[in-house]
C-alpha cells in the first residue's frame, strides 16, 4: 500500500494539542538551561576546587550517568503505571541539586549535587517525551522536534547566562537558576492536570497509534543495535564540544573564559536550530534519509574543525551544530516505530543513552585531555562522524508499512 507523504508546511497539523506541546517544550527549555549550567561552570569550580580534567569529567560522568541509567526504568514504569505528576516531582529534585550546588564546598558534595540534577532529569524527559506524543495529532517528528528544540535552545541560553550571572560572581549565583526551577515546576504541574484527563484515552488508542511494519525480531534488534551505534557517534563528538570547546578555545587560542562560553552559546544556539529541521523533514521524507545527512553529513566538517584558526572555528561550529542536531528527533521516532507501543520505555532508552555515553565520553575525553592535551582530544573525535556509514543498514520502514 502506497502511503501518502504529508505536507512539509510547519504549521501543526488538526489534531495536536499545541498549548500542551508549547508548554512542555518550555519546560525542556527550563530543563536543559539548568542542566547546560553544569558544564558551563567547570572553569569556575575548576580554578575554585584545584580540579584536573579528569574530576571535571567525573562530574559530567556523575550527572550523566544518574540521568541515563534510570531513563529506561522510568520510561518502563510509567508505560504501564502512568503518573502524570511526575513531572513536577522531578523538576523539584532539580531544584534540590540547585540549592546544593550553590552551597557546595567539597568534591563529594559536587557530585551529590549534580546527581540530584540529573535525577530529576531522569524523570522528566521519558514523561515529556511521552506528552509529546500525545499531544502530537499523529505528526510524531514535528512533535517531537518541536519538544527537542525547546531542550536544545535552553541548552544554548545556559552557559550564556552562567557567563552573565555565574562567570566571576562566584558559585553562590547559582541560586538564580532556581528560579527557572521554580517556574518549571508550577507549569509542569498544570501539564500533570491534562496529562491525568486526556491519558486513559491515548493509552486505549496505543495499540493503532502505529502502522505495523513487515520485520522480524533479529532486523528489528540489528537495527536497534545500529541506532545504538549512532547515538554513540551523535553524543560523544557532541561532548567534546560541550565539555571541553571552552578549554580548547582557551588553550588554543587565548581567549578568556567569557568569551569561550560565548562561542559555546553560538554552537549551542546552532544545535538548537538544527534540531527543528529533523522532525518534519523525517515525517515528509523518511527518518532514513536524515539519519543519513545528520551522521555522516557532518563528517566534513569535523575533520577540518583542528586546522582553522579561531574565525573558522566559530564559522564550521554553526553547520556541525544544524546538521548533526537535526538526528536525534529522527532517531527517536525511529526507534519508537521499530519497537510499537513502547513510548516511554523507548524514549527513556534514547535519552538514556545520549545522557550515559556524553557522561562515559566526557569521563574518557577527560583523561586523554590530561594524559595528552585538549586539541589532540579534537583531533580524534573529529572521525566520529564516520560512523553513520551504518545508515546504510538501516531498512527504510516507511516503504514497509503495510
Known amino acids: 500500500m502506497q502511503l501518502e507523504k504529508p505536507s512539509m508546511k510547519m504549521e501543526p497539523p488538526a489534531g495536536i494539542v499545541l498549548p500542551i506541546l508549547a508548554a512542555i517544550s518550555f519546560s525542556h527549555l527550563l530543563n536543559d538551561a539548568i542542566q547546560s549550567l553544569i558544564p558551563a561552570i567547570y572553569p569556575i569550580v575548576k580554578d575554585s576546587f584545584h580540579l584536573t580534567f579528569t574530576q571535571v569529567g567525573l562530574i559530567t560522568l556523575t550527572f550523566q550517568m544518574t540521568a541515563s541509567l534510570l531513563q529506561p526504568v522510568v520510561g518502563f514504569y510509567t508505560d504501564r503505571n502512568p503518573k502524570p505528576f511526575s513531572l513536577a516531582i522531578g523538576m523539584s529534585l532539580t531544584l534540590t541539586g540547585l540549592v546544593s ?67 566571576g560572581r562566584g558559585q553562590r549565583n547559582v541560586l538564580w537558576f532556581t528560579l527557572a526551577a521554580i517556574v518549571g515546576i508550577a507549569i509542569l504541574f498544570k501539564v500533570g492536570k491534562w496529562y491525568q484527563v486526556h491519558h486513559p ?31 554513540f557517534s551523535k553524543y560523544f563528538y557532541l561532548t567534546s564540544l560541550t565539555s571541553y570547546y571552552t578549554f580548547y578555545l582557551m588553550q588554543k587560542f587565548h581567549v578568556s573564559v567569557a568569551f569561550a562560553q560565548v562561542h559555546l552559546f553560538i554552537f549551542l544556539f546552532a544545535v538548537a536550530a538544527g534540531t527543528l529541521i529533523g522532525g518534519p523533514v523525517g515525517d515528509r521524507f523518511g527518518r532514513k534519509y536524515v ?105 527504510n520502514l516507511e516503504k514497509r508499512v503495510r
Open 291 to 395: 539519519i543519513w545527512v545528520s551522521i555522516l553529513g557532518v563528517a566534513p566538517f569535523t575533520i577540518l574543525l583542528p586546522y582553522v584558526n579561531l574565525f573558522w572555528t566559530s564559522v564550521l561550529t554553526v553547520p556541525i551544530g544544524v546538521i548533526l542536531a537535526s538526528a536525534f528527533s529522527a532517531i527517536l521516532v525511529y526507534a519508537q516505530e521499530l519497537v510499537p507501543g513502547k513510548v516511554g520505555m523507548i524514549a527513556g532508552l534514547f535519552f538514556g543513552l545520549a545522557f550515559g555515553i556524553a557522561g562515559i565520553g566526557s569521563a574518557v575525553l577527560g583523561k586523554l585531555a590530561d594524559r595528552t592535551s585538549i586539541t589532540y582530544v579534537f583531533h580524534v573525535c573529529s572521525y566520529l562522524p564516520l560512523i553513520g556509514l551504518l545508515t546504510g543498514f538501516l531498512p
Open 101 to 167: 550546588l550553590a552551597f557546595a564546598a567539597s568534591f563529594p558534595w559536587l557530585l551529590l549535587s549534580v546527581g540530584l540534577v540529573g535525577l530529576g532529569s531522569a524523570i522528566f524527559h521519558p514523561e515529556s517525551s511521552r506528552v509529546a506524543y500525545m499531544a502530537s495529532g499523529g505528526r510524531h517528528g514535528f512533535a517531537q522536534a518541536f519538544f527537542q528544540v525547546g531542550g536544545n535552545t535552553g541548552t544554548s541560553i545556559g552557559p550564556l547566562c552562567a557567563a552573565l550571572i555565574v562567570a
Open 201 to 231: 484515552r491515548t493509552l486505549g488508542a496505543k495499540k493503532n497509534a502505529f502502522r505495523a511494519h513487515s520485520l522480524g525480531r533479529k532486523r528489528v534488534a540489528l537495527s536497534l543495535l545500529i541506532l545504538i551505534a549512532l547515538i
